[in-house]
């Protein structure tokens, strides 16, 4: 380490951390995600900004030779922690067992974002394509880049509509997996090849034949080998998360290594390996957690700061260019996601939310368009429109969402006296005697006998199978499992208390205290949506949890549910999980 | 980032991280520092193995210039970030309420080692001396380098005994903290001005102002300023960690950056920013073992072996000097910090064992040896020395201590049925209805009454100024609250359950359920070892604990507690602090 280099290294390091996450919470405190503040530095401490204002700061900030060598070897260990952590969100369970209507939806998500593509690659002029002679490949390459959305947005968007544990919410992640995974995949094989400018067949199929090797690899024996280390290492619980963090480092690094030697991008190694290592159940929330927080708060930024370091966004802004692309990602998207989810059998209502959820791009879309830029794929004109539309398809899917959902706030929306209600014609167990999750919904279930009768029997297997789909711990000491019952008319609840916890796997890894049973009639998806929300904001601050443990009897926890529910109407519904916050 | 320096880059660092963990945990499993392991992999992958075995693969893996770069960019971070984490277990809070005894011991721990470098400095020839003109320095140098001490590994050292809570536990790590406090900021001060070989007056005298100067603006005001940045930032509870996490690595580098451009190594940013994060109550313990956990499983290793890569430890291995630096050393520590014990009141018997834990010089030792040696202060053969040296005072420290201290397992030991025994004379309360541990220290005094009469007043007084000195939260639950009390004869303890649990600010963030208030005769340090130990043990697994939180009455907790407390004799004692291991 030279000291000079070693300054200028540290320096422009912690220069551009630091206003970019400053930036960074600026955006989000606008309702915009934070990579846009993270972008902007790159706009002010580069070259759209710096280098035109005080050109002798930029060039002692960032000059070339060692200390840039030194930032890269940072940004790409960025990179490829950034495509584990996308990656780690990818739960291949869910995928298998939604699989048949999630197929439907993705494989429209897929071919009608290429038809855009397509479309939007013989309408641009030639000065935007890169290579004219190749205009095919770059409307598949288009095609792909538009097919990526945004795992995180997407689960934060359902996450704050009180969405993201019903039917709608499900599909809409089991969809996005499906088509980041195939995005992805295609993503770095074309970007390979593409690098030189054009292609050539026999390369190409060779990668892709390698790339697809790869991942099968990876993605079926290397996953359970991945399991089974993973079991050997749980064995020593209080060293466990130190190792593991040891593992997805190594693992990830030599699986970059490997794409990047096979002609493939490094993202691809460390997304694969992201997914393999996801798909575990053995990987704590706690470990996904460290390994989330340290990469969107101390590499990300750096590395969407730094490479929009080298963009003059102003000059390379093209409106028309802008608004093509987001109307084509856009119409694609909508009519692929939804078109697919209606032919699942969703209402039109329902299936356009999924559409409008799916369409959100945001920070993977902004990296891809990133990563095509710097291998001279697309040029700043369309890496600029890229990014537009990233944004502006993230801004739009929360609001459309909520319209499509919730339709009249005033007639259809939350009644905050919900909970309170369903509870008082339900159950009430002030103490679960169970221990595990399944025995707790059986004890809650079976209280249920006065108001539903013989349904219990069929109830409780409805509700065991969706638990073991996707279980519905939601954190801060919350479950709330449920399922749709044929013959039931209305929702009906039973809620019980444990003070020492079961376990429903919540993303925070705490056990459930407050644990609501919800049974609801076949079908009646805006009724799941809106009870689900009345349960999960009846017991949303800690006050009002603390209040209901206390609770001993149905009257008590009855008041305690009505006041709660009343003091919070009016704030923003929604149960959030740390580990999905955007990037 | 070019596809080839790409895939050597990830590829070296994948292979370093991975080797560096698997020799450390190796090492671990013999009983060894990991950083022995980490160093061995510098050894089989650079200088001394591979490049001697196979010159061509290490000449692909390891080449200069841009991977090269891009690994030292990584190692810099790391080698920052590192020190962050040493700073951050320094706890100025103790260093300030336990300053007076400590202050003997700490200038008595600086002043021997000082005058064992002259010592060492005058003793060893001058083919050793990088700057025989300036042996002076070169013994001021060492004798600063012998004063250092590792914190992690004197942290765990009383952990695994069962010391880390009582008096000498305390004195032992604020005298640590102090000597590494002085140590590193002399250390960084020499460094830099004698990277040349040679030195003049007017630029020490100007580094040791900036650096001081910087110190004490980071110590003073600076740690207000955070402070009160970090209250801000937890005002928004739940994005409060990732800002935590941005700010401490901008403010690290930025500060890194700082003494760099002063002269002194950047390592002193990373240590004085890490020990001003360190002392706000507002960084929560979840914070920093992300820290750690990153820090310790992804950057040091590679740091540490990547440094090894270039020693040739084999050619460099001086047995005579070895064993001179190794008795120094160890006769430096013993005399000061032993002495200095002794002085202020402790029996001779525990001030040895003070000695011994400010003995252990681990993995901080290694690194200052390594940043010596890359500035060419100190030449190979000092540094295979010094980090022998380290590696054999650590490995001496847990043994010697323990020895000292429980002197005769058979009859001073530790008796299994201590703890049932000490519950059935004192007092049980089954639910505590308090939830703050002053009101529950209080409400478990009281029930000593019939115990201890009138001493109740004095005893609270005695455990609650002690609790605000260190809280006593051991984690997994359990909570030790105690103090020594004028008048008292033998050891009382009365025993309180909380299943809602009540926060002691124990290391693992959790409240505590289990709490036995513990009253101590004065000056019975043997005693209060054996109570504290035998305490903690009755509860030491979930099992002990979660079968005493279920007793209702006294004869059911003493049955609980001889039950387990007879189960688990033999077993090794102590409580583990994850965010203390080893580095």
Known sequence: MHGQDALVFLLSLGLILGVARLLGEAARAFGLPLVVGELLTGLLLGATGLQRVLPGVHAWLFPTGAPAEMLSGYTTVAVVLLLVVAGLEVDLGIVRRRGKSALVVAALGIVMPLAGGLVLGYLVPDSVVGAPDHRGLFAIFMGVALSISALPVVAKTLLDLGLFKTDVGLLV???????DLIGWVAFSVLLGPMQGGGIELGVLVRTIVLATGFALLCLIPGRRVIDRVLAAIEQNGELAPGRVLSLVAVVAMLGAAVTQAIGVHAVLGGFVVGVAFG???????????????????????????????????VANFDPVLCLVVFLVATAAKLIGCAGGARFTGLPWRESLAVGFGLNARGAMEILLALLAREAKVINDSVFVALVTMAIATSLLAGPSMKRLLYPSAGRGGIRPDDAAGLVREGAFIPLLSSSTSAHA??????????SIGDLVEPAL??????????????????????AAVEGLTKPVVALGLSPTGIDFN???????????????????YEEEVRVLAALSRSVFDEAAREALLGATSLEEAVRCLDEHGRRIAGQAPGVRIPSLADI
Chains 1, 2 share one sequence.
Do not use: K, W, Y
């Open 173 to 179: 992640m089991t969809v996005a997996m499906l088509d």
């Open 279 to 313: 798909d575990s159940p053995r990987l704590r929330e706690r470990t996904r957690q460290t390994i989330h927080q340290f990469v969107t708060n101390v590499f990300a930024p750096v590395f969407f700061a730094s490479v929009a370091l080298h963009v003059d966004f």
């Open 441 to 450: 919904i059986e004890e809650l279930g079976r209280a249920l006998r006065p």
């Open 461 to 482: 297997i409805s509700v065991l199978e969706r638990e073991l789909v996707a279980p519905t711990g939601l954190g801060d000491d919350v479950a709330i499992p449920h």
């Open 506 to 524: 919540a993303p925070d890894g705490r056990p459930a205290r407050i644990v609501f049973l919800l049974l609801l009639p076949p079908r009646a």
